[in-house]
């Protein structure tokens, strides 16, 4: 009875206590817990602490029965004190001492309740609460809905960018949405975030305790009739067979990667496919990409307010440098 999910669930819901008002309140996206009473919340785009305390114990229960949610019960806590999931609508982070050095760690992560119209990204809204994006302005360059939208038409190869918290996965969600429900989606994630409601679709999530990887889904995803693979984050070496299926007929691919800029998020392409140890000098691997990626989608963040920063059309690869204009 005790590791029935019914019943896990039920001592969750006990074990979170005071956080999970937190998680209900419609303009907080995440929690955080720093150490033991110390907890913070990103609300509308800001950091700041909550007035609540949450002890070790009981940051140490919410872990725990999370682990046993994702069958990460034997040895967790000894060999390995490190937890990345997904459940319910949260994508969760957790670290245990002695590797957390304040005591037990812990991230919440809300994601988006709803798909937002594209439109909502590219014309910039003034909240942050779930019912509107985590896009706050207005782009800086013109016109950016219709190129999207002249991209997707196009089945270009778009990779959004960004750093952490700038809305990649909601504006991935948003030019999902815009793909024709004739054409048949493959969606890879890691951890399951992505909100793809496409009628032919299949989604794949990565299992790492057993063994299954980024990388092998990819591969699997080209034995599936894909029309578009879409990857929720480009992290490593599967980033050189997502190249290849997009070289070999599988157009329009989507995804998103953490870089700064356009130009980083291209080098840190070539970066992620030579962990693939695949032989291929830089100069290579640079020059498929340029010839493979049709536009990158930048995010920023200041001081709290989201954007699309800029987008970039990429045409090849020479002398050195990426060649396209915004």
């Not at 969760?92 to 119209?117: D, E, M, N, T, Y």
């Not at 984050?233 to 050189?240: D, L, N, P, S």
């Amino acid at each position: 009875m005790w590791n029935e999910p019914s019943y896990l669930e039920s001592l969750l819901d006990d074990a979170l206590g005071d956080l999970s008002r937190l998680l209900e309140e419609a303009d907080i996206r995440e929690v955080m817990v720093n150490a033991p009473d110390d907890v913070w919340v990103e609300r509308a785009g800001q950091l700041e602490p909550a007035p609540l305390r949450f002890s070790a114990a009981a940051t140490r229960t919410v872990i725990h029965v999370l682990a046993a949610l994702s069958a990460r019960t034997e040895g967790f806590e000894h060999t390995r004190p490190l937890l990345d999931m997904g459940f319910r609508d949260w994508r969760i982070s957790a670290v245990l001492p002695p590797v957390a050095v304040q005591g037990p760690a812990l991230c919440l992560r809300k994601h988006g309740g709803r798909i937002f119209p594209l439109q909502q990204f590219t014309e910039g809204v003034s909240t942050g609460s779930e019912t509107t994006p985590p896009v706050f302005e207005i782009p800086r360059q013109p016109d950016v809905h219709g190129q999207l939208l002249h991209w997707i038409r196009e089945r270009k190869n778009l990779l959004v960018s960004g750093g952490t918290g700038t809305g990649k996965t909601a504006l991935l969600n948003a030019l999902i949405a815009q793909i024709p429900e004739t054409q048949r989606l493959v969606v890879i994630e890691d951890t399951r975030e992505l909100r793809v409601e496409h009628p032919n679709r299949v989604i794949f999530e990565a299992h790492p305790a057993a063994g299954v990887t980024l990388r092998d889904l990819v591969r699997q995803a080209l034995r599936f009739r894909p029309d578009r693979i879409i990857i929720g984050e480009v992290r490593g070496a599967e980033a050189f067979d997502l190249l290849q299926a997009m070289n070999t007929g599988h157009e329009g691919c989507l995804g998103t990667l953490h870089a700064n800029s356009a130009e980083e998020a291209l080098h840190r392409l070539v970066q992620l496919v030579l962990q693939a140890g695949m032989g291929w000098t830089e100069e290579a691997i640079a020059r498929q990409v340029g010839r493979t990626i049709g536009g990158i989608i930048q995010l920023g963040r200041v001081e709290g307010r989201r954007r699309i920063d800029h987008i970039q059309r990429v045409e090849g690869y020479e002398h050195g440098r990426y060649q396209g204009y915004p």
